[in-house]
């Protein structure tokens, strides 16, 4: 008999078809098997029994990088002799998924390094189960001549390798070798000489701009202070901390604590930038990541990684754009040095390096971009929706057929070019996706400027706004496919309120459609606005104004009268109940710095600081019936008279806080679901402090995991809300 199958997911790309070839080759199954628009097709002719279990073995077994989310099985007219691989028909409509890129396997990076292999140190080697994806792929289906990789002929034993179905590299669409893959230069320097200039260049001292996956980093050897404050200065980055690119994980252990989880997610294909506490030992550079106890560690993901930190000490490798701006794809854009390692293969989509850490033996996501993006997450079925996000650390979301696609980290839309590449890449992933919408979800700030364009960005004219932490608290429900109401915790940075302030620790009792603010953080002002979200001094000396407390805070007579007279008559001194802005003020009480030089740079301070041995500040809740306050002045006092252990005192007694607060939500609703998002969460401290306060209260506690806690969850909390309001609703 003959059966038809598709399956569909995450199946090209992949090595899923000469993989379904091998099992049904194993089982003498005839037929054939090929890439389809939305899946791959099967055609098995045989035993049924057989066919039966080629089917189960494919489903429980399937290549690693492979999803399958469902499998058809229909009867099929037609005899066959053997047993093909066809090529994906010409035209076809595409809703399959691409997968993410893949870091190299184990496979290729034994070959790379065997001097007996044809491709023994070929920075392009690659085979089904590992190479780059969605960075090269033009259009779809995924196949050699949609993607950059194609940009190259094969050479006969590439080809050769490529047609026989008992090889790794059986349609490996980025096969490559050295006779016929893509080329690494440096200057007139090409391959192997390439490599090892760049090599020398590291270990004399030098920064060294490198094409990678997605973009270009900036390299250079992390224990060498000079080069890598050099690189510091170039970047002009302030003392935001760098990530290290390790060799391996024994030299990633010397640096940093890793235990089973770190280790997981550092060696996963997707290889992440994991976030690790530094270990004793720890002996880069100080300027490596000064102000934090934590170290961004990652491994080799391409074999060009492989053959440049074998044998060197670990390298700090940071993307080479400047703060805010895109990142760099193309080698003629301004790299700020002259030593650049470049090759001649496209990047169709530039792409950041993603961040990880671990929370309760959890892989959670920081920043979602190479390794997980495009993969989709799962939502009740409805209309599409387009979500565009936030103003900052921004993403876009699609949602369609019961599943979102949150596209990678874009960054600061303040910024025109970085604004620019969000409109390229959702015009590419329109066309990746064969996207259109019926409605567009944005953010309710008047201003931002996806908010501002959002009549050019969407191709609805059916808009729906949403409010930051709404959105915040739905991406929590959305990642659990949590229904009915819950209690929300935003504590974050900046967000827009109803009643037009920043809003920044709230309260909320939030459905998926709708929300009430119930509570939230005495406010208090910043004067000069942005200003003070630099200048932290501003903000405790607001602080102190407001409660009547006198501070000394080393300003000249000139600035005091001017900040109080912004504070008085309320000029440029927004109104904000933002967590992150208090972290920021009592930052500066502990000493630990009076300016940012990057953001939350004093709340990252005030965290490394944490001091377990320590009695909370007070923090009251004032309940006014309507909603409640939590009230800082008391804390403020505390830590003024006695400046000790001020970041163990804030961090418990702001965990207190919020557990009083969801207290008196659940003594006022029944809910007993709290759900937190936010990036003062990024703080591994106080959320570890509040899940297991909660917990033990008898909450249940749900925070971002797939997503991050701080604004890159934003787009997808607002496809949540827009699909939950508009839900069944179809535009005709
Ligand atoms: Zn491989
Ligand atoms: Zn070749
Ligand atoms: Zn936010």
């Avoid at 190259?152 to 096969?175: S, V």
């Avoid at 990880?356 to 409805?382: D, H, I, N, S």
């Avoid at 929706?385 to 936030?390: T, V």
């Avoid at 969407?458 to 959105?471: K, L």
């Amino acid at each position: 008999m003959t059966k038809r199958i598709v399956f569909r997911g995450t199946v090209q790309g992949v090595g899923f078809r000469p993989f379904v070839w091998r099992v049904a080759d194993s089982f003498g199954l005839k037929g054939f098997v090929r890439n389809i628009g939305n899946g791959v097709e099967a055609v098995f002719c045989g035993e049924p029994s057989t066919i039966q279990n080629a089917i189960e073995m494919i489903r429980i077994s399937p290549p690693p990088q492979a999803i399958i989310e469902s499998v058809e099985i229909a009867d099929f007219a037609g005899d066959y002799k053997d047993l093909k691989i066809l090529e994906t028909p010409e035209g076809t409509p595409s809703s399959v998924l691409v997968p993410p890129d893949i870091g190299i396997c184990d496979d290729c990076r034994r070959e790379l390094l065997d001097p007996k292999d044809p491709r023994h140190l070929h920075p392009f080697i690659s085979c089904t189960n590992c190479g780059p994806r969605l960075s090269i792929i033009r259009r779809l289906p995924y196949d050699r001549h949609t993607i950059a990789q194609g940009d190259f002929d094969l050479c006969d034993r590439c080809r050769n390798e490529y047609m026989d179905p008992l090889d790794r590299r059986y349609h490996a669409q980025t096969i490559a070798c050295p006779d016929c893959g893509p080329t690494v230069f440096m200057g007139e320097l090409k391959g192997q000489e390439a490599i090892l200039e760049a090599r020398r260049s590291l270990l004399a001292g030098e920064i060294v701009a490198i094409k990678g996956i997605g973009g270009f980093h900036l390299a250079c050897i992390a224990t060498n202070e000079a080069s890598v404050n050099a690189l510091r200065m170039l970047k002009n980055r302030g003392n935001e901390p760098m990530a290290v690119m390790c060799f391996d994980i024994a030299q990633a252990r010397g640096q940093a604590e890793i235990g089973p989880c770190e280790e997981q997610s550092l060696s996963s294909w997707r290889k992440p930038v994991v976030l690790c506490k530094k270990s004793n030992n720890y002996s880069l550079a100080p300027s490596v990541a000064p102000g934090t106890d934590k170290i961004g560690i990652f491994l080799p993901y391409t074999p060009l990684h492989v053959l440049l930190l074998d044998g060197l000490p670990p390298v700090v490798l940071t993307s080479a754009n400047l703060h805010e701006e895109p990142i760099i794809a193309d080698g003629k854009e301004n790299l700020m040095v002259t030593k650049v390692l470049d090759n001649d293969r496209e990047i169709v989509v530039p792409i950041d390096d993603s961040v990880a850490r671990c929370f309760k033996g959890r892989q959670q996501l920081f920043r979602r971009a190479r390794g997980f993006v495009p993969e989709t997450l799962l939502v009740p079925k409805g209309p599409s929706i387009l979500a565009l996000g936030g103003q900052m650390k921004n993403t876009f979301t699609f949602a369609y057929d019961g599943k979102v696609m949150v596209s990678h980290h874009i960054g600061e839309m303040g910024n025109a070019a970085t604004f620019a590449r969000f409109t390229e890449s959702l015009c590419l992933f329109r066309e990746l996706f064969g996207f259109k919408e019926e409605y567009c979800a944005h953010d309710a700030h008047p201003s931002y400027t996806t908010t501002v364009h959002r009549k050019e960005l969407s191709r609805s004219d059916r808009f729906i706004p949403v409010f930051h932490h709404h959105a915040h608290i739905a991406s929590v429900m959305g990642e659990y496919g949590l229904d009915g109401e819950v209690i929300g915790v935003a504590a974050d940075g900046t967000g827009f309120g109803t009643d037009s302030t920043i809003w920044g620790f709230e309260f909320l009792v939030a459905s998926k459609s709708e929300f009430q603010r119930i509570g939230h953080l005495r406010t208090f002002q910043l004067p000069g606005g942005e200003v003070a979200i630099k200048d932290c001094r501003r903000i405790l000396f607001s602080l102190a104004r407001q409660a009547g407390s006198t501070i000394d805070l080393g300003i000249g007579p000139q600035e005091r009268e001017l900040w109080g007279v912004m504070i008085d008559r309320g000029i440029n001194a927004p109104i904000t109940s933002s967590l992150g802005r208090l972290f920021d003020g009592f930052a500066v009480l502990a000493g630990l710095g009076q300016k940012a030089t990057y953001e939350a740079e004093l709340a990252v301070a005030l965290e490394s600081a944490y001091d377990p041995g320590t009695k909370p500040f007070d923090f009251p809740l004032r309940d006014f019936g309507d909603h409640f306050e939590i009230d800082w002045a008391v804390a403020l006092k505390q830590g003024i008279e006695d400046p000790a252990s001020i970041s163990g005192r804030f961090h418990k007694g702001i965990s207190e806080a919020i557990v009083k607060g969801c207290l008196l939500a659940r003594q006022k609703t029944g809910l007993k679901r709290v759900c937190l998002s936010g990036g003062c969460f990024l703080n591994l401290v106080l959320l570890e402090l509040v899940f297991d306060a909660l917990s033990s209260e008898g909450f249940e506690v749900y925070t971002n995991i797939s997503l991050p806690p701080g604004d890159g969850c934003v787009s997808f909390g607002q496809a949540v809300v827009a699909l939950s309001r508009v839900g069944g609703v179809r535009c005709v």
